[in-house]
């Protein structure tokens, strides 16, 4: 990570940032041709799928096939190889690595205020900034295509996501330290920006994704998922997307696993603050079961463990879930933590205005003898995912800018922000630059998931509807 310091003036980190458009030219951002050498796409699909449980990878695929839009954002590790060969300032932050539209979202606040964030950081690493920013764009792009937009109304979406990246990189630039990372979106931010910017129904959907935001806490979470069987609170089965453990392996494989999810919990609460890990001694585990999880993830091992405190009504869900290596290591470098499991809760604690009090992580042996990273957090602590399909163009564009403006905030947090806003500069030559640039790219994930829907027809891989 860049020493913001360093023993610059702001005016020499300025004069740094502009400097770089030498060696990676605004404009030059537009650019994207797959190379000639470029891998299969589903070749480095099916890598990833090696290390993967392989009952749950066909359930993988056939999320990746439903449309254009969710194979993109089960493909991070194909855009990552592609962005490798794309140009580049030399500046870098920490990123999510995996910043589509949809890991946006609102979120509670340790505080308990309804905040709006990034939400996944199963790729994060520190790298080029403006590898995010293009993975969001093209989301962009993705999504206005599957909902009919014009070319017209998707280069505008796109045009303001990155002009609110760009403006409010420039607007941190001149802060100070301490007010950009106490800098977060809360509830009257987003209401004030719907009022601003919406029409009358898009103001009533604000309204309501933030009502129903609060009501997707644990506690929904617990009545939706548990349920009393044989006189004890039980994780309810939804075979093949939530197998409690008790149905999953047989007696003497059952035992040995649940003593190792045990200990997991045990050994996490250290990573943990002190307080907060006394308020998770309170707690005593009951169930747990295995659980599917978004599109990329499908496959990796995730479980959710229920704990009880003060009495049958008293739940917390949490979910630990596999980390394995960044797909973007092989790009950027290796992570400075041994553990990959830290290496998502750090950056996560790094980019998040607010994260989740039970936010940790550890290691632990499978039975297969292999040693497997973890990261664990609340299952649900208020959520409000976007719903792309529902939005007309006004309101994905209003969209757009609040997660160009989320995005900005969490980089300017970890990187120079003086550097980037005065590489991106006044003017709008990056913003055009990546509208043309997120087309380009949403033509190739046509191309791939076509690629991967060949290969279904062909035998050559399973897809399974889930």
Same mark, same amino acid.
């Given at each position: 990570?860049?020493?913001?310091?360093?023993?610059?003036?702001?005016?020499?980190?300025?004069?740094?940032?502009?400097?770089?458009?030498?060696?990676?030219?605004?404009?030059?951002?537009?650019?994207?041709?797959? $190379?000639?050498?470029?891998?299969?796409?589903?070749?480095?699909?099916?890598?990833?799928?090696?290390?993967?449980?392989?009952?749950?990878?066909?359930?993988?695929?056939?999320?990746?096939? @439903?449309?254009?839009?969710?194979?993109?954002?089960?493909?991070?590790?194909?855009?990552?190889?592609?962005?490798?060969?794309?140009?580049?300032?030399?500046?870098?932050?920490?990123?999510?690595?995996?910043?589509?539209?949809?890991?946006?979202?609102?979120?509670?606040?340790?505080?308990?205020?309804?905040?709006?964030?990034?939400?996944?950081?199963?790729?994060?690493?520190?790298?080029?900034?403006?590898?995010?920013?293009?993975?969001?764009?093209? $989301?962009?792009?993705?999504?206005?295509?599957?909902?009919?937009?014009?070319?017209? @109304?998707?280069s505008s979406v796109v045009r303001a996501t990155v002009r609110s990246y760009r403006e409010e990189m420039r607007r941190f630039a001149g802060l100070g330290n301490l007010a950009v990372w106490y800098t977060q979106a809360d509830?009257?931010?987003?209401?004030?920006?719907a009022d601003e910017k919406l029409g009358a129904r898009g103001r009533k959907r604000t309204q309501q994704a933030m009502a129903k935001a609060r009501t997707r806490d644990g506690l929904q979470a617990f009545e939706k998922l548990?349920?009393?069987?044989?006189?004890?609170?039980?994780?309810?089965?939804?075979?093949?997307?939530?197998?409690?453990?008790?149905?999953?392996?047989?007696?003497?494989?059952?035992?040995?696993?649940?003593?190792?999810? +045990?200990?997991?919990?045990?050994?996490?609460?250290?990573?943990? *603050?002190?307080?907060?890990?006394?308020?998770?001694? *309170?707690?005593?585990?009951?169930?747990?079961?295995?659980?599917?999880?978004?599109?990329?993830?499908?496959?990796?091992?995730?479980?959710?463990?229920?704990?009880?405190?003060?009495?049958?009504?008293?739940?917390?869900?949490?979910?630990?879930?596999?980390?394995?290596?960044?797909?973007?290591?092989?790009?950027?470098?290796?992570?400075?933590?041994?553990?990959?499991?830290?290496?998502?809760?750090?950056?996560?604690?790094?980019?998040?205005?607010?994260?989740?009090?039970?936010?940790?992580?550890?290691?632990?042996?499978?039975?297969?003898?292999?040693? +497997?990273?973890?990261?664990v957090r609340q299952l649900r602590d208020w959520k409000g995912i976007a719903e792309p399909q529902l939005m007309e163009p006004r309101g994905m564009r209003v969209f757009g800018e609040l997660c160009g403006a989320t995005l900005?905030?969490?980089?300017?947090?970890?990187?120079?922000?003086?550097?980037?806003?005065?590489?991106?500069?006044?003017?709008?030559?990056?913003?055009?630059?990546?509208?043309?640039?997120?087309?380009?790219?949403?033509?190739?994930?046509? +191309?791939?998931?076509?690629?991967?829907?060949?290969?279904?027809?062909?035998?050559?891989?399973?897809?399974?509807?889930?």
């Amino acid at each position: 990570m860049p020493d913001q310091a360093g023993g610059s003036t702001p005016e020499e980190r300025a004069a740094r940032g502009r400097a770089a458009r030498a060696q990676a030219p605004r404009s030059s951002h537009a650019e994207y041709r797959p $190379s000639a050498t470029r891998p299969d796409p589903v070749d480095i699909i099916e890598a990833q799928s090696a290390a993967r449980l392989p009952g749950l990878v066909p359930i993988r695929y056939g999320r990746m096939l @439903e449309s254009p839009f969710r194979f993109y954002r089960g493909a991070a590790a194909l855009m990552a190889a592609d962005l490798s060969g794309t140009p580049r300032t030399g500046m870098t932050t920490q990123v999510c690595g995996d910043a589509h539209l949809l890991n946006f979202r609102l979120l509670a606040s340790p505080e308990r205020k309804l905040v709006f964030d990034i939400n996944d950081f199963d790729e994060t690493l520190p790298g080029p900034w403006e590898w995010d920013v293009k993975r969001l764009a093209a $989301s962009l792009a993705i999504a206005g295509r599957e909902n009919g937009y014009t070319d017209a @109304e998707r280069s505008s979406v796109v045009r303001a996501t990155v002009r609110s990246y760009r403006e409010e990189m420039r607007r941190f630039a001149g802060l100070g330290n301490l007010a950009v990372w106490y800098t977060q979106a809360d509830r009257e931010q987003l209401q004030a920006l719907a009022d601003e910017k919406l029409g009358a129904r898009g103001r009533k959907r604000t309204q309501q994704a933030m009502a129903k935001a609060r009501t997707r806490d644990g506690l929904q979470a617990f009545e939706k998922l548990t349920g009393v069987f044989d006189g004890r609170r039980r994780i309810a089965a939804d075979p093949p997307l939530i197998v409690p453990l008790q149905d999953l392996l047989p007696g003497v494989e059952r035992d040995a696993v649940e003593g190792q999810l +045990r200990e997991l919990i045990e050994r996490y609460s250290h990573s943990l *603050q002190s307080d907060r890990r006394h308020l998770l001694q *309170q707690y005593r585990i009951v169930d747990m079961a295995r659980k599917v999880v978004g599109v990329g993830s499908v496959g990796t091992r995730c479980w959710i463990i229920l704990l009880l405190g003060r009495d049958d009504q008293d739940p917390l869900l949490l979910q630990a879930k596999e980390a394995d290596q960044s797909v973007l290591a092989q790009y950027v470098g290796l992570s400075a933590y041994d553990n990959q499991g830290e290496r998502v809760v750090s950056g996560q604690r790094l980019m998040q205005a607010a994260s989740d009090i039970f936010l940790g992580w550890e290691r632990v042996t499978g039975l297969d003898g292999r040693q +497997r990273d973890f990261y664990v957090r609340q299952l649900r602590d208020w959520k409000g995912i976007a719903e792309p399909q529902l939005m007309e163009p006004r309101g994905m564009r209003v969209f757009g800018e609040l997660c160009g403006a989320t995005l900005a905030r969490a980089h300017a947090r970890s990187g120079d922000r003086i550097e980037i806003a005065a590489y991106l500069g006044g003017g709008d030559v990056f913003d055009r630059a990546l509208a043309v640039f997120a087309e380009r790219y949403a033509d190739q994930n046509e +191309r791939d998931h076509q690629a991967l829907a060949d290969a279904v027809d062909a035998g050559r891989v399973s897809a399974e509807a889930a």
